[in-house]
């Protein structure tokens, strides 16, 4: 298997806080300055914006909660 077939480059965003790079699966992740894992998907543009959440605290987004059930107990 040879290596160069995968991407190695490294995106850094907000002054070095977090970097974006392709996987081997063809999704794209992100690692903070400590190398410690913020999150993964498909959309690069969506990695990005997540990340920035995770650093951040979550300030731009919210959860809501609804009345859905899921089998016989797991009720959102």
């Known amino acids: 298997m040879e290596l160069s077939k995968y991407e190695t480059s490294?995106?850094?965003y907000d002054d070095g806080?977090?970097?974006v790079f392709a996987?081997?699966?063809g999704t794209f992740a992100a690692r903070?300055?400590?190398g410690n894992g913020?999150?993964?998907g498909i959309d690069k543009e969506g990695v990005i914006f997540w990340?920035?959440?995770h650093l951040n605290g979550f300030q731009n987004s919210w959860?809501?909660?609804t009345n859905t059930t899921f089998g016989d107990g797991y009720k959102l």
């Open 38 to 40: 913020l999150c993964s």
């Open 17 to 19: 806080a977090f970097t």
């Open 51 to 53: 990340a920035r959440e």
């Open 32 to 34: 903070d300055r400590d």
């Open 23 to 25: 996987t081997r699966w």
């Open 10 to 12: 490294m995106e850094v």
């Open 63 to 65: 959860a809501t909660t």
